[in-house]
């Protein structure tokens, strides 16, 4: 005998007792759907790109049979037993997963439990919220998928949550050593955190004897930068100037020993600050796009440094300069399609309004001492270096465009890195290389100045430049656009906290805000579980 639509057979569940309500179920599977479906539509979404979709099609892939109570009730305690150390290991926030205590019925406490298990993998995957800019995202268009289906679908075959999590969490291993740095830091946050150091004069290598010490000595014991059996002591000695000088490093301050108010400060920052900070950055890694290139150029804004990576290998690493805080270098995932050699530098109509104009009012010579024309005249006439020009009639906006040419003073340097991008940013090198020598480097327009721009440039053009760049652009002064063999990925991000291969937790400032932005919406995401009053299934 045949059918032309699938035979449903009787589903038959248990008694149980939830919320005071003992439910016998002994239903067909069309009726088991209309119930399901009406405690979905119910349920606050867990994937809201897909409005319950996921859930709906776990149930049907089931033939529509609980995955979590009635026989499977033991299983599904387990994991909600789990699900809470999950969340935390992960640098997340437990509350959205949490369930009702007492559901009404059996089916609202598995369709509950699917649905928290289904967000908890969908954050753990692509993150709890969309990676907007303001975050220190790409946008939320650059989002990664998620297969909830067969997430939830490993999980009811009796896949460990663990093994799931780590099946799904971002593939990169600066994720894992950050989740292994937020764990030390969450035991050092059980142990006590650490104390606060008073404030008092600037502390100087082997010169200082204060009182304040033993309290810096406890300080750099919770973090591990000082030997414990050093705790004692009211001197700044060599070894605690050596503890202090490590901290430094991986805070993004000079390391020089003396702790003057930016030390101090970080120092005093409170363990759960720390947390908090290392969760925004675990967030951002889920943000990742799972494929990075073979080869690719990432920036770290806040570290204000890059790396060219090649097959997995740092080829090159160097301090860069970005935006200041007026002008933020923002985040993107982009490419690079060309280098300019000897760029000449059209200057942006904002640094022209904004900083050009009123140093002209005051030295009327400033274009021809900067090897600044206005590109609207003849080269080299006297009207393009401004002659007869009365700079103090004009209002606030410049009515005319600059340019400075290729040369020893251009604010470009030698070389120009193309990105596709609608914010005009790209990266460059400057004739001004005092920047690099400093911890603070968020000093520019926006754009990304190089430490080693001919050396990134050989690289990205490939083996017939090995060695010759430099030798080139000394001999030619041509202004040339050399179009690269393929497109480079490059990658502008945010990440205020990581753990470097020595297994050293690193911290910077939030020097635009995002982690802080990041964190509110965060706690402010906290979905609840609990579902709506729906209308009884027809």
Request: charged share 25%; with cysteine.
């Amino acid at each position: 005998m045949s059918f032309a639509r699938p035979f449903y057979v009787s589903l038959t569940l248990g008694l149980a007792t939830l919320g005071g309500n003992t439910l016998a179920w002994a239903e067909s599977a069309p009726t088991m759907q209309r119930r399901i479906d009406t405690v979905i539509a119910s349920v606050p979404s867990a994937d809201p790109d897909r409005n319950g979709r996921t859930l709906r099609e776990f149930y049907r892939a089931r033939g529509y049979h609980l995955a979590w109570t009635g026989p499977k009730a033991a299983a599904g305690a387990r994991l909600l037993d789990e699900m809470p150390g999950r969340a935390i290991a992960e640098g997340l926030d437990r509350s959205p997963y949490a369930l009702p205590a007492s559901p009404s019925t059996e089916i609202e406490a598995d369709v509950l439990q699917s649905s928290a298990l289904l967000r908890l993998g969908r954050d753990i995957a692509i993150g709890r919220l969309d990676p907007d800019r303001s975050f220190g995202g790409f946008g939320g268009k650059n989002r990664n998928g998620f297969d909830g289906v067969r997430f939830l679908r490993g999980l009811a075959d009796g896949k460990p949550l663990a093994d799931q999590a780590a099946a799904y969490q971002p593939p990169f291993v600066g994720y894992l050593r950050l989740k292994e740095g937020l764990e030390k830091t969450q035991a050092i946050a059980r142990a006590g955190g650490w104390p606060t150091i008073p404030d008092g004069p600037k502390l100087i290598p082997l010169e200082s004897i204060d009182d304040r010490l033993p309290i810096l000595r406890r300080r750099l014991i919770a973090t591990g930068d000082l030997d414990p059996a050093l705790a004692d002591g009211t001197t700044y000695d060599s070894q605690v100037v050596e503890a202090v000088k490590r901290f430094q490093r991986r805070h993004g301050l000079d390391p020089d020993g003396t702790i003057g108010a930016r030390s101090l400060a970080a120092l005093n920052v409170p363990v759960e600050a720390r947390l908090r900070q290392i969760a925004a950055n675990l967030e951002r890694w889920r943000w990742m796009p799972h494929q990075l290139g073979r080869l690719h150029v990432s920036v770290n804004i806040p570290a204000a440094s890059l790396d060219l990576v090649e097959d997995g290998a740092v080829a090159i690493s160097m301090r860069v300069v970005v935006g200041d805080t007026r002008h933020p270098t923002p985040s993107m995932d982009t490419s690079m399609s060309s280098v300019v050699l000897n760029p000449p530098w059209s200057v942006p109509t904002s640094i022209v309004n904004n900083e050009i104009l009123p140093k002209l009012r005051r030295d009327p010579n400033y274009l021809a001492n900067r090897n600044l024309q206005i590109a609207d005249y003849p080269e080299d006439s006297p009207e393009a270096a401004g002659d007869g020009i009365d700079w103090n009639a004009i209002g606030k906006k410049f009515p005319y465009r600059l340019r400075q040419a290729p040369g020893p003073d251009n604010a470009l340097g030698q070389l120009k890195f193309n990105l596709r991008n609608a914010d005009d940013i790209y990266l460059h090198d400057t004739p001004n290389h005092r920047a690099f020598s400093r911890a603070y480097r968020a000093l520019s327009h926006g754009c990304i100045r190089l430490e080693e721009p001919v050396e990134l440039g050989e690289i990205l053009l490939g083996k017939s430049w090995r060695g010759r760049l430099g030798e080139n652009l000394n001999a030619d002064k041509r202004t040339r656009t050399l179009k690269l063999e393929r497109n480079i990925p490059v990658y502008l991000v945010y990440f205020t906290a990581w753990v470097d291969p020595a297994g050293e937790i690193n911290f910077r400032e939030d020097i635009y805000g995002h982690d802080r932005r990041l964190g509110q919406a965060l706690r402010q995401s906290r979905a609840p579980s609990r579902p709506r009053p729906a209308p009884p299934p027809t």
